[in-house]
């Protein structure tokens, strides 16, 4: 049991850390004329055409959970539309921070729906992930963190919708198999996006073909299929709020991916704020009451 707990913890890193470098890949893809959404209804897309037919009958043997497995698609399907129209349209370190308060979100949700209470410590460990979000993307003149127009409602939206992904993964637990609730992922996902691109046609319509584009494409659906997965499989093995602070981790990765990969120097605040959240996710295993 314990050694399930830390490949559950494991899945759960690697998630945080690939989402932590997603960014780049998208961020060429935009340069190569690829936009941010097209590009993650392509990425989303593929696995489920490619594998998802598989689980078709899977899907309707648990047809009974059809409630939860249909929140789990539909909100991890607008927290990806939320968040890429909140960053295309608005200021993207204000829509990020709003998007960053998910643990708030995925606190309350698992409190009303799964019955998790937090002891003290847990209490603490979600004000020093927030405060570290905080202290890395807040800015003195954006003002405060209150969203002031759509693009900032978009990502508010998109943080609790993830945070409601969570819940409804670990709702779920053991009763469906991690492969078909990352098939309803990629589902909701799929359709979403679509939908947003009938907002957005000239995502499509003004898409760049190329070879390069294509098989980084590839690439980062055959990557977000897996991190789907470990996600699933992550959430379904630990409380809703300690996974909410070990996805806060994708952000140190996306300063560090940063530094590295393009020269963008990481200032003392993201410093401190890093430190926050790597201290906040060490003592997340003991958020829970006994």
Sequence with gaps: ????????????????ISW????YPFRLLEGWGVGGLAAIFIAYLLPLLGIGWWYGKALWQVRRHWLWLTVLGFASGWSNVGYV??????????????????????????WVFLRERLS???????????????VMLWQPQAGLPLPANVAEWLGLSAGMTFALSVVAGRHLGDAVSDWVKTVAVWLGVAVLTGVGLLFYPQQITGMVYSWDAAWLLLGLAVAIALVT??????????????SSVIFLFELVVAAIAAYWLTHERMVLNEWIGAAMILTASLFSGRMQQD
Aim: net charge positive; no cysteine; aromatic share 14%.
């Design 85 to 110: 129209l909140g960053v295309l349209e608005g200021e993207v370190m204000r829509v990020l921070l709003l998007f960053y308060l998910a643990p708030l979100w995925t606190v309350l949700l698992a």
């Design 229 to 242: 997965y470990a996600v699933q499989y992550g959430v379904a093995r630990i409380p809703a709020s300690q």
């Design 120 to 134: 003290t410590l847990g209490w603490w460990v979600i004000v020093l992930s927030l405060g570290g979000a905080m």
């Design 20 to 23: 932590g470098l997603f960014w």
């Design 1 to 16: 049991m314990k050694m399930q707990r830390l490949v559950a913890i494991a899945a759960l890193l690697y998630s945080a």
